[in-house]
């Protein structure tokens, strides 16, 4: 039993590329995140989904795109790769509202 | 908007010494309430997850509580060891897990 599976884990970026994180859970979880986590700082949302088809911002949408056509896969889009998205982040995955959330091992971005 | 805060910051005890961590959240209603470890360079591991109906989690030598009217939960480390060296973050949902907010977390040292 995997869990929830980052790739790549580490990357380096030149400004204006553009890039696909991959996170895949063998959970059969509904609810998949990606975070972003800075230096210091608290993780923040930046998109979620409760299920396949389904997705909504969280705190930190802009410069990201996701979908989500199966249950398991829940892929970030980087396009247009600026600085500010130099940072750590994480895919995480859980069983609707009560079950505690399980966590990738991150994959950090540089952006140059 | 739910703001979570972790103080202190970072926190070094000898070895033995029991402690205990503090979250405040500004917004009561939450759904649930984590604790989570990090390790350097490694991915969150929750700990104990906390509903908003509950007042206390057990696991082991550690020990979260929750208090909904006040705005905080604690997590009580016995007996500490070096091992339990790592971040510790908490963070509250407020409903169905869609956008749970972290802190930043509290650096724990434990010295041998």
């Known amino acids: 039993n995997a869990g929830v599976t980052q790739t790549p884990k580490f990357r380096i970026l030149k400004i204006g590329q553009s890039m696909t994180l991959q996170c895949t859970q063998d959970?059969?979880?509904?609810?998949m995140y990606w975070y972003r986590q800075d230096p210091g700082m608290g993780l923040k949302l930046i998109y979620y989904s409760v299920g396949a088809g389904i997705t909504d911002k969280g705190e930190v949408p802009n410069g990201y795109n996701v979908s989500r056509s199966t249950t398991e896969d829940f892929p970030l889009r980087l396009e247009l790769a600026a600085p500010s998205q130099t940072s750590v982040y994480f895919c995480?995955?859980?069983?609707?509202?009560?079950?505690?959330?399980?966590f990738g091992q991150g994959t950090r971005l540089t952006v140059v | 908007k739910q703001e979570v805060t972790q103080i202190p910051a970072a926190l070094s005890v000898p070895e033995g010494e029991n402690l205990v961590l503090n979250c405040s959240f500004t917004?009561?209603?939450?759904?649930?309430l984590q604790w989570f470890r990090q390790d350097p360079g490694k991915g969150l591991t929750s700990l104990l997850l906390?509903?908003?109906?509950?007042r206390e989690q057990t696991s082991g030598r550690l020990n979260a509580s929750l208090d909904k009217s006040s705005g905080r939960s604690t997590l009580y480390i016995a007996a500490s060891q070096p091992g339990d060296s790592a971040t510790y973050l908490c963070a509250a949902a407020p409903h169905n897990n869609n956008d749970m907010r972290f802190g930043a977390g509290t650096r724990l040292t434990v010295k041998p």
């Open positions: 917004d009561s209603a939450i759904y649930n």
């Open positions: 959970m059969n979880h509904n609810y």
């Open positions: 995480a995955s859980t069983y609707g509202g009560l079950s505690e959330a399980f």
């Open positions: 906390i509903q908003s109906s509950q």
